[in-house]
């Protein structure tokens, strides 16, 4: 008990109708949330200078690429050549594996990232690197081993069966934490992604893979099956209401009629979309089908923030708003897509300021706000909206702290 805290405080949250609120109020926590007795709340330590908020789960990012992040140009195929491949050959040393691993979920637990699906590589024994270092860091990752069996360098390619063989091995390891990972059709044979399928229904499992991010990408896939994209995975088996698909910026309306049939799920990549000169994703379009996530997709997105990540996701949907302002998606909307509703997908008891969740949030020291904050109260705006944006669009001035069970990250 020694270690409960009791803090008034303010809190920017999801209630559970899904509202963003603002609110100052006592909250208590030890590794978990508590629930507050009305006559403890004058006990509660005076925090009126801060705000808590809740943490991100980033959903589409690939642990290897953490090794040359930032680095790089082109545009997706190349890139996968030149830069992608070779990185991920290095994750057949376990110490590589393990200590890259380590290297970027620090770097999110730092800015406030507590969850992830991630891709990894095609050696099993770097997937197990990557979930010994989760443990460690107390991170909740979901990750899974890539399988690839044609179209990529030799020295990632599989037999078909080997590759299964031993994503089953990891599912029967680590239950729903391994997510069945075909990389993209490209890569992939009918026969890979039929029996990735089965093995994501079997164990009941998450599926990620990537969809409709190039047009050079589109035309191969198109070419090569001669079909649409969404019907390669649609007729494989791999539409399914646990599928999260990358990107999808060139996603024709069919193809998000069928993502809606089978409820698979989209994960908007901004940062990645620009610097791999992708394209511009229509959230608001999208989401009018399906739930759309948030991913940094490291290392295609060169930031592995969460905030850089809305940043750009807000700087995008102005884009794309620019000449039909019904295309405009609010910010908290966005935000839910990265923390409420993401958890929610995970089944984690984690991601909101709740009873008996994990005490995992954002501390925001508010008083280098001050003014703008005064000037909201003064204008009558002090709404819920206005100070999450004035948070995320001002990081890293925003400097939050990230706690972990209750705790203070300590450098790790
Ligand atoms: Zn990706």
New binding site residues.
């Given amino acids: 008990m020694a270690d409960t805290k009791l803090w008034k405080i303010w809190v920017l949250d999801f209630n559970d109708e899904g509202e963003l609120i603002f609110e100052k109020k006592v909250v208590k926590f030890d590794e978990k949330f508590l629930p507050v007795d009305i006559d403890e709340e004058h006990l509660a330590q005076d925090m009126s200078e801060y705000l808590i908020l809740p943490t991100f789960a980033d959903l ?1 990012l ?1 642990i290897p690429q953490w090794q040359f992040t930032g680095i790089g140009s082109g545009t997706l195929l190349n890139w996968l050549n030149t830069y992608t491949f070779p990185a991920e050959k290095l994750f057949e040393d376990k110490t590589i594996a393990y200590t890259t691993a380590r290297s970027l979920l620090s770097k999110l637990l730092q800015t406030g990232t507590t969850a992830a699906v991630t ?1 990894v590589s095609i050696h099993k024994s770097a997937v197990e690197e990557a979930f010994y270092a989760a443990k460690d860091l107390n991170f909740s990752l979901f990750a899974g081993k890539v399988l690839m069996d044609q179209n990529a360098p030799d020295f990632l390619l599989e037999d078909t069966y080997k590759a299964i063989e031993e994503a089953a091995e990891l599912s029967e390891k680590f239950g729903r934490q391994h997510v069945i990972t075909p990389r993209f059709a490209i890569t992939c044979s009918e026969k890979l992604m039929e029996k990735a399928a089965f093995l994501a229904r079997k164990y009941n499992l998450i599926i990620q893979t ?1 969809m409709d991010e190039n047009v050079d990408e589109i035309k191969t896939t198109e070419s090569m099956y001669g079909k649409p994209y969404y019907k390669v995975y649609e007729e494989t088996g791999l539409l399914t209401p646990n599928t999260l698909l ?1 990107h999808c910026i060139h996603t024709p309306k069919q193809a998000l009629e069928t993502l809606a049939k089978y409820s698979s799920k989209i994960v908007h ?1 901004p940062s ?1 979309n620009m610097f791999l000169k992708s394209g511009l994703f229509n959230f608001k379009t999208s989401s009018n089908f399906t739930t759309v996530f948030i991913g940094s ?1 490291i290392a ?1 997105g060169p930031n592995p923030t969460m905030w850089h990540t809305l940043q750009q996701a807000v700087y995008v949907n102005k884009l794309i708003s620019q000449s039909n302002e019904e295309l405009e998606v609010s910010i908290t909307e966005l935000f839910k897509s990265a923390t409420y509703k993401a958890f929610e997908f995970l089944g984690l008891n984690e991601g909101r300021i709740k009873e008996n969740f994990k005490a995992n949030f954002q501390l925001v020291d508010l008083r280098p706000f001050e003014i703008q904050l005064s000037t909201l109260e003064k204008l009558g705006k002090l709404t819920s909206q206005n100070v999450l944006q004035l948070l995320i669009m001002n990081y890293p001035l925003s400097n939050p702290k990230t706690f972990i069970k209750g705790h203070p990250l300590e450098k790790a």
């Fill in positions: 589409h690939h891709f990537h990358a990549c990645s997709d295609g």
